[in-house]
């Protein structure tokens, strides 16, 4: 596909993109009036996502299952690129070598796999992306604090109901885990490799 510059992705990275329930049907109450936020935030999240790529930082989709058990993250994305979410899906559609995690929860770490992911990648700072920004992502902002995780929550790269709930939970996310909430353009991966190895040093 157009941003797959590489190959595959590596399995050991200091930086994890972690894209937040954007693989979204948008039928839910409220998602009218959300969704050109949500495409806004998705445009910003492309352009992340292929400087990811070509920094070779692991993307990660961490997807809710929306209460379909028996579903995988590819059936979803098929059923979602025929509903309302189908403009966001074609602009962030996955590419072989990403990752997924299904989660049944607000964060994108309880009862899934993540962890272990994270664990098997050597990601210790993470970037989180997605919706909305005071539900899902500000819970998997407080699981990955509360895991000594860094966290860059990009302002741009989220989205809320309102402008305001946008505002509440980016300043909550910069207080309470401090998350540095820049703009995605000012994000430098190849800076974020670097403090990692000068820890290591």
């Known amino acids: 596909m157009a941003d797959d510059l590489h190959g595959n992705a590596p399995d050991d990275s200091p930086v994890a993109l972690l894209v937040i329930d954007m693989i979204n049907a948008?039928?839910?109450?409220?998602?009218?009036a959300m969704l050109p936020r949500a495409v806004a935030a998705a445009t910003a999240i492309a352009r992340l996502k292929q400087r990811a790529r070509q920094a070779?930082?692991?993307i990660v989709y961490v997807n809710d299952n929306f209460g379909r058990w028996r579903s995988d993250f590819h059936q979803i994305l098929e059923r979602v690129l025929r509903s309302p979410g189908k403009e966001i899906a074609a602009l962030?559609?996955?590419?072989p070598d990403d990752y997924?995690?299904?989660k049944p929860k607000h964060s994108g770490f309880q009862f899934?796999?993540?962890d272990v992911l994270l664990e098997h990648l050597g990601a210790r700072t993470l970037i989180l992306t997605g919706v909305a920004a005071d539900f899902c992502v500000l819970f998997t902002a407080?699981?990955?604090?509360?895991r000594?995780?860094?966290l860059i929550v990009p302002s741009d790269c989220v989205a809320s109901l309102t402008e305001e709930k946008d505002r509440y939970a980016l300043a909550h996310m910069a207080e309470v885990t401090k998350a540095d909430v820049r703009a995605s353009?000012?994000?430098d991966f190849t800076a974020l490799a670097a403090c990692r190895r000068d820890s290591q040093a």
Not at 92 to 95: F, G, N, T
Not at 142 to 146: C, E, G, R
């Open 26 to 32: 948008f039928e839910f109450d409220g998602a009218g």
């Open 112 to 114: 899934t796999t993540l």
């Open 185 to 187: 353009r000012e994000i």
């Open 92 to 95: 962030l559609e996955p590419q």
């Open 148 to 150: 000594d995780y860094r």
């Open 100 to 102: 997924f995690v299904l």
């Open 142 to 146: 407080h699981d990955a604090y509360m």
């Open 56 to 58: 070779r930082v692991p």
